[in-house]
């Protein structure tokens, strides 16, 4: 091992060290003032965001086990700016009594899963894939039980460990049938040694499972509802933006590089998954009144939405499933800062509560609003323009009926977006959430995630960068 | 080498114990042999490394390797899960999974 290796990992190894800070100075900060902690943890994740922007690494090291180029430095930085926004929306939480003594252990695990992903991201062999995996989410599952005085929360704890526990083991039966019939582990090796051949398709089948079970793609979604609605906002928004934009990167790289040879196969998966995904989260959307349950099935939507991207494969594809991806993070994030905001003042997550809510809280529900219309693709906001190159991504290799199941959706999904809109807007409220005011943190981190609601949208230079670091496929 | 056991038994008895822990992971009611069923599973898939890198690569070690760092994570994940399942004690005095079903549909 060389120190240059080590340079090449520095974006983990800064992770790692925020971890370790934070373990430091949870010994030295009393238990009375436990939440002096996230100045420090949003301190140094800024400092990392700016890191991995200003000074992108190239290379690869650790005999191919661990690769990085503009690409996934892309990534990365897409997932460390959400963990800044989070770390923002969930100060309102932690900061509760409830949370004192715990405040610390909350952020170290939160960037020990980041530092998982990041590996996982920047894998070069099924190893260094499966460990990045499971370190990505077995500290979720202890996230999602934080609420230690709510059931709910224990009850989503034990169903994340379990779901992706089983889905983990589907996915490494599926490498090792892989790894017996092309000798290798490594991507590359794997890549020319790949055979069309009963016993790797198989293997192809249990890996696009496993990585099913992550995404929630629908077969394999059922967790995913009672998690996000179970597990603490921060956690939540946590789990259906980081985590699942993490999966779907290392999902469609391995897709076009990996499996590539069998695209012809993996591709008619990936278009029943895509309708059944779009069509049955939408439709269990429509029902739901809880509005972290409502997100949920509105993420298991828009996954099969990234799946249009995947399909449209070359740099096209990559290019707008990154663009989603990060359109994606702000959109959403500006939802569940909104939900994030009201439950910390009320504790109310219905959405009959939210009946009246512009009458009290304008600006709360203008900006509820603006996210709904981006996640329904409405077209000033970005959300529109990250659907659009995805249904264009897909148009441009043929698959032209698929994407008249996904406009259909879209025209569906209009439907229950608007729900929550036409509650805070029209309905009329006796006993409306009362006006309030959030902390600063909460306040920042809603302005940064409107403005890149904003600016993803209008900047087209965003998406011309990522189509131009795509093309390495 | 000599082989005395041919590799097709010891696929046999993993891919049986893969579908074994997948039935086990959906019949079973009680939250401890569900995570069991998880092992057994995993279990399978070292048995798969192991036995093709025996036979088939004897000159890589990449196998085994895998199956290694296989051990130390299910140690981690069942020690997580088993404090998960000691906090669902905690919550609903029992760990059947009839009992957890607060939220649903």
């Known amino acids: 091992m060389k120190l240059q290796d080590l340079l090449l990992i520095r974006h983990e190894l800064l992770l790692t060290l925020t971890a370790l800070i934070l373990i430091v100075a949870e010994i030295f900060i009393d238990d009375k003032s436990k939440k002096k902690i996230v100045p420090l943890a949003l301190f140094l994740m800024i400092v990392v965001t700016a890191a991995g922007i200003l000074f992108p690494v190239n290379g690869t090291a650790f005999g191919g086990m661990y690769q990085t180029d503009a690409l996934r430095s892309a990534m990365k930085t897409i997932l460390d700016i959400a963990t800044v926004i989070i770390i923002l929306q969930s100060y309102g939480w932690v900061s509760k009594k409830v949370n004192q003594n715990k405040t610390s252990e909350f952020y170290i695990l939160m960037i020990s899963t980041l530092v998982g992903m990041n590996f996982m991201i920047s894998s070069g062999d099924f190893l260094m894939l499966y460990l990045g995996l499971e370190l990505a989410t077995i500290p979720i599952a202890a996230m999602a039980a934080f609420d230690r005085h709510k059931s709910n929360s224990a009850e989503a704890g034990i169903k994340l460990i379990l779901s992706s526990a089983l889905s983990s083991a589907v996915l490494l039966y599926g490498l090792s049938l892989i790894y017996g019939t092309t000798g290798s582990i490594y991507f590359e090796e794997v890549r020319a040694a790949f055979r069309i051949e009963p016993l790797p398709i198989l293997g192809l089948v249990f890996f696009v499972t496993g990585m099913g079970f992550k995404i929630s793609l629908v077969p394999f979604h059922l967790w995913t509802a009672d998690v996000y609605e179970g597990s603490p906002i921060a956690v939540t928004s946590f789990l259906s933006v980081v985590s699942k934009g993490a999966a779907v990167f290392i999902f469609t790289f391995v897709l076009y590089t990996v499996f590539a040879p069998v695209s012809a196969f993996w591709s008619q998966v990936l278009v029943v998954l895509s309708v059944t995904t779009m069509t049955v989260g939408n439709l269990f959307a429509l029902r739901q009144e809880n509005m972290k349950r409502f997100l949920a099935f509105s993420s298991i939507a828009q996954a099969g939405f990234i799946l249009l991207g995947i399909l449209g494969q070359g740099e096209q594809g990559f290019g707008s499933v990154i663009f989603f991806l990060l359109v994606y993070v702000f959109t959403n994030l500006a939802a569940f800062s909104v939900v994030a905001a009201i439950s910390d003042k009320t504790g109310k997550e219905n959405m009959a509560d939210y009946n009246g809510l512009y009458k009290t809280n304008p600006n709360l529900s203008l900006i509820m609003m603006l996210a709904l219309f981006s996640l329904a693709g409405i077209p000033p906001v970005a959300g529109f323009f990250g659907k659009l190159f995805l249904f264009s991504a897909a148009a441009s290799n043929g698959y032209y009926w698929l994407l008249f199941v996904a406009v259909m959706n879209a025209t569906i999904s209009l439907y229950y977006y608007l729900r929550p809109v036409r509650a805070m807007f029209i309905e009329k409220n006796d006993n409306p959430i009362p006006t309030f005011k959030s902390d600063i943190y909460m306040r920042i981190g809603i302005a940064v995630s409107v403005a890149g609601i904003f600016l993803t949208g209008f900047i087209s230079a965003i998406y011309e960068y990522y189509l131009s670091i795509s093309n390495l496929f | ?105």
């Open chain 2, 1 to 105: 080498m000599s082989h005395t056991i041919p590799l097709h038994y010891f696929l046999i008895v993993s891919t049986l114990m893969f579908f074994t822990g997948v039935a086990g992971f959906i019949i079973r009611r009680n939250l401890i042999t569900i995570l069991m069923s998880v092992e057994l599973m995993l279990n399978s898939v070292n048995i798969n490394f192991v036995a093709f890198n025996r036979y088939l690569y004897p000159d890589q070690m990449q196998g085994h390797f895998f199956t290694l760092f296989i051990v130390a994570i299910a140690a981690a994940e069942a020690a997580v899960a088993i404090a998960l399942i000691i906090n669902i004690y905690r919550k609903f005095n029992s760990i059947e999974v009839d009992h957890v079903d607060e939220m649903k549909y």
